[in-house]
């Protein structure tokens, strides 16, 4: 038996792994108030909590890419999705502020895996011309499973309590395990590939040889850091990604704080953005795509379609200031937009600028500038919310992206492109 168009079904499935993942992580934010409220917490103690999280994350992003490179694809995705599905389980069981924090720390340490793992398989299975659509594809799964977390957090919780609500989310991880355990290979090893397929990619994505996992030795960590498109994208998403990370995790709390929402309303409302953000995802990656088969060059194309996407975020500047919360929604959906079309096309560039067996830490390395962004970010939110208020916040976010593009078009030439 064989599956047609079976690189678009692995996208799919990539799609839905970041569902899970995303959704994951939002759930505390969903049930943040109800949560703060069981355990004695305030804001300070939350940023704390989502600190330790962005920080464990940060730690292992790094770590998690050069995992998947010496694992392989398979078996890397397998480890951390497993991982962070029992992790989000777990959190059921919390008693307190440091166990709940401990649950976070786990959750983080496996949750970045996703990433590296997820731009592996697309390296191995796209050509370079669909590489940003299909970048676009498994990230349109964040704004999915945000989306998706604020309704079915909120029921669950209503109906059964929040500690069923982690225990649920997780448990969805390990059935899509079994799934991809049994579906995925590289193209060259899959028996689920149509031979008509396998011709018309064969030539156009990774050779055999670079999708077997790394030998030990052969991987050099701190020559890849060192190199220019890695380093130029650490700065990138430093700047950027703690953006998309105050919206999971503080657009819940703003709304219930600032807007006058109670949790039935989070749920109803607040996964508007991330319909935006699939859209951006989708469009962002077909735009590079669709400009390269115009004739324009790989590198052009794709900062480009960043630019595109950088305009987009000073809508962030007046969120807080509109008086109607759906003017608040709408701007923070033009937010996620343009962030959307961005990371589509930035998380295309490892795949553009690094051999195959360097792929996934060259990823991990670059997630990691954005989620030590995201930490420092949170603490500072924290700190700002308690003693000012949201708007400074706001104000900052939509200046990140166009001052990144100014610097990604200075510190990566084109010429650094294969």
Same mark, same amino acid.
């Given at each position: 038996?064989?599956?047609?168009?079976?690189?678009?079904?692995?996208?799919?499935?990539?799609?839905?792994?970041?569902?899970?993942? +995303?959704?994951?992580?939002?759930? =505390?934010?969903?049930?943040?108030?109800?949560?703060?409220?069981?355990?004695?917490?305030?804001?300070?103690?939350?940023?704390?909590?989502?600190?330790?999280?962005?920080?464990?994350?940060?730690?292992?992003?790094?770590?998690?890419? +050069?995992?998947?490179?010496?694992?392989?694809?398979?078996?890397?995705?397998?480890?951390?999705?497993?991982? @962070?599905?029992?992790?989000? !389980?777990?959190?059921?069981?919390?008693?307190?502020?440091?166990?709940?924090?401990?649950? /976070?720390?786990?959750?983080? =340490?496996?949750?970045?895996?996703?990433?590296? #793992?997820?731009?592996?398989?697309?390296?191995?299975?796209?050509?370079?011309?669909?590489?940003?659509?299909?970048?676009?594809?498994?990230?349109?799964?964040?704004?999915?499973?945000?989306?998706?977390?604020?309704?079915?957090?909120?029921?669950?919780?209503?109906?059964?309590?929040?500690?069923?609500?982690?225990?649920?989310?997780?448990?969805?991880?390990?059935?899509?395990?079994?799934? @991809?355990? =049994?579906?995925?290979?590289?193209?060259?090893?899959?028996? @689920?590939?149509? #031979?008509?397929?396998?011709?018309?990619?064969?030539?156009?994505?990774?050779?055999?040889?670079?999708?077997?996992?790394?030998?030990?030795?052969?991987?050099?960590?701190?020559?890849?850091?060192?190199?220019?498109?890695?380093?130029? =994208?650490?700065?990138?998403?430093?700047?950027?990604?703690?953006?998309?990370?105050?919206?999971?995790?503080?657009?819940?709390?703003?709304?219930?704080?600032? /807007?006058?929402?109670?949790?039935?309303?989070?749920?109803?409302?607040?996964?508007?953005?991330?319909?935006?953000?699939?859209?951006?995802?989708?469009?962002?990656?077909?735009?590079?795509?669709?400009?390269? /088969?115009?004739?324009?060059?790989?590198?052009?194309?794709?900062?480009?379609?960043?630019?595109?996407?950088?305009?987009?975020?000073?809508?962030?500047?007046?969120?807080?200031?509109?008086?109607?919360?759906?003017?608040?929604?709408?701007?923070?959906?033009?937010?996620?937009?343009?962030?959307?079309?961005?990371?589509?096309?930035?998380?295309?560039?490892?795949?553009?600028?690094?051999?195959?067996?360097?792929?996934?830490?060259?990823?991990?390395?670059?997630?990691?500038?954005?989620?030590?962004?995201?930490?420092?970010?949170?603490?500072?939110?924290?700190?700002?919310?308690?003693?000012?208020?949201?708007?400074?916040?706001?104000?900052?976010?939509?200046? !990140?992206?166009?001052?990144?593009?100014?610097?990604?078009?200075?510190?990566?030439?084109?010429?650094?492109?294969?």
């Amino acid at each position: 038996m064989k599956i047609p168009k079976l690189r678009w079904i692995i996208a799919g499935m990539l799609l839905v792994a970041t569902m899970i993942n +995303y959704a994951d992580r939002l759930a =505390l934010a969903v049930v943040s108030v109800d949560v703060r409220r069981e355990f004695s917490l305030n804001e300070q103690d939350y940023a704390l909590i989502v600190t330790l999280f962005m920080l464990a994350y940060a730690v292992m992003y790094a770590g998690s890419g +050069y995992v998947v490179d010496r694992l392989g694809t398979r078996r890397g995705f397998a480890v951390f999705i497993g991982s @962070w599905s029992v992790a989000q !389980m777990l959190h059921g069981w919390t008693r307190g502020k440091w166990s709940l924090a401990g649950c /976070r720390v786990l959750l983080g =340490l496996s949750e970045p895996g996703n990433w590296p #793992a997820a731009a592996k398989a697309i390296a191995e299975w796209f050509p370079p011309a669909q590489r940003a659509l299909g970048v676009g594809i498994f990230n349109a799964g964040s704004s999915l499973g945000s989306a998706l977390a604020q309704p079915v957090v909120a029921f669950l919780t209503l109906y059964f309590g929040w500690r069923l609500a982690f225990v649920s989310t997780g448990g969805v991880g390990l059935v899509w395990l079994l799934l @991809w355990l =049994l579906i995925y290979q590289p193209p060259h090893r899959n028996r @689920w590939l149509r #031979a008509s397929e396998y011709a018309e990619i064969k030539d156009l994505v990774r050779p055999p040889e670079e999708t077997l996992p790394a030998r030990r030795g052969t991987l050099d960590w701190r020559k890849i850091v060192q190199m220019r498109g890695c380093y130029s =994208l650490i700065i990138a998403r430093f700047f950027t990604d703690p953006v998309i990370y105050f919206v999971i995790f503080w657009l819940p709390e703003y709304l219930r704080r600032e /807007r006058g929402f109670d949790l039935a309303m989070v749920g109803k409302y607040a996964w508007v953005p991330y319909i935006f953000g699939d859209i951006g995802y989708i469009l962002g990656g077909w735009l590079s795509g669709h400009l390269m /088969r115009r004739g324009w060059a790989l590198p052009r194309a794709r900062k480009f379609a960043m630019l595109l996407g950088a305009l987009c975020l000073p809508a962030a500047c007046f969120a807080p200031l509109v008086p109607a919360a759906w003017m608040a929604i709408a701007a923070t959906s033009m937010v996620v937009f343009g962030h959307a079309i961005w990371v589509a096309n930035l998380q295309a560039l490892p795949l553009d600028l690094f051999r195959g067996p360097e792929v996934a830490t060259a990823t991990g390395f670059t997630g990691m500038g954005g989620a030590v962004g995201g930490a420092l970010a949170s603490l500072g939110t924290g700190w700002v919310v308690a003693h000012f208020s949201y708007t400074p916040i706001f104000l900052v976010a939509g200046l !990140m992206h166009p001052l990144s593009i100014v610097l990604l078009y200075r510190l990566l030439p084109d010429r650094h492109f294969k």
